[in-house]
T-cell receptor, first 113, second 113 residues
Framework: AQSVTQLGSHVSVSEGALVLLRCNYS??????LFWYVQYPNQGLQLLLK??????LVKGINGFEAEFKKSETSFHLTKPSAHMSDAAEYFC???????????FGKGITLSVRP | DADVTQTPRNRITKTGKRIMLECSQT?????MYWYRQDPGLGLRLIYY???????NKGEISDGYSVSRQAQAKFSLSLESAIPNQTALYFC????????????FGPGTRLTVL
């Protein structure tokens, strides 16, 4: 079975600071990995995805993530936080084994002025 | 116009009432999903459908039923609503020819009193 771990429930950074949101996955087969963002009162929007091509994936709004097989990680980063980045972020893993997307519990990002 | 729509967006009901949440999509995707979101628990899969004649239970299907009326429509019913079904409900779609990137509707906030 596959699973996703997002440690912590809340991260707070200052505007302009580095954003780092951690995601570790468990999968017995090569996974596809996703980061979604949920702004207040909205649905989930895809930020970026890893589908076995380049291990460094660039997404929307300046976010990127690096797939590290040896660490079973897919951490999300952004060099400089903006107030508009305040949202909840979900990491998710998909494998063809059960054709389902498994989500982490999510992490809330706050950005301080 | 939104690709994935959900109706209603908000609903308050009483214990024991039957409730139907509806989802429609114009993306032409064959797969559709229903999730519920609870604070601190992330998204949990209720039911999913890979085509009109293929419906499967997710991890928390008890107390829920679904109907796939057409490729573009997937409804979720609570036969007898109870307070612990108070949550945010999301519909999502994906294309089986892709990497299971899922596209989400805006959500339905359901409150059961």
């Amino acid at each position: 079975a596959q699973s996703v771990t997002q440690l912590g429930s809340h991260v707070s950074v200052s505007e302009g600071a580095l954003v780092l949101l951690r995601c570790n996955y468990s999968s017995s087969v090569p996974p596809y990995l996703f980061w979604y963002v949920q702004y207040p009162n909205q649905g989930l929007q895809l930020l970026l995805k890893y589908t076995s091509a380049a291990t460094l994936v660039k997404g929307i709004n300046g976010f990127e993530a690096e797939f590290k097989k040896s660490e079973t990680s897919f951490h999300l980063t952004k060099p400089s936080a903006h107030m508009s980045d305040a949202a909840e972020y979900f990491c998710a893993v998909y494998t063809g084994a059960n054709s389902k997307l498994t989500f982490g519990k999510g992490i809330t990002l706050s950005v301080r002025p | 116009d939104a690709d994935v729509t959900q109706t209603p967006r908000n609903r308050i009901t009483k214990t024991g009432k039957r409730i139907m949440l509806e989802c429609s999509q114009t993306k032409g995707h064959d797969r559709m999903y229903w999730y519920r979101q609870d604070p601190g628990l992330g998204l949990r899969l209720i039911y999913y459908s890979f085509d009109v004649k293929d419906i499967n239970k997710g991890e928390i299907s008890d107390g829920y039923s679904v109907s796939r009326q057409a490729q573009a429509k997937f409804s979720l019913s609570l036969e007898s609503a109870i307070p612990n079904q108070t949550a945010l409900y999301f519909c999502a779609t994906s294309d089986s020819r892709g990497h299971n990137e899922q596209f989400f509707g805006p959500g339905t906030r359901l409150t059961v009193l």
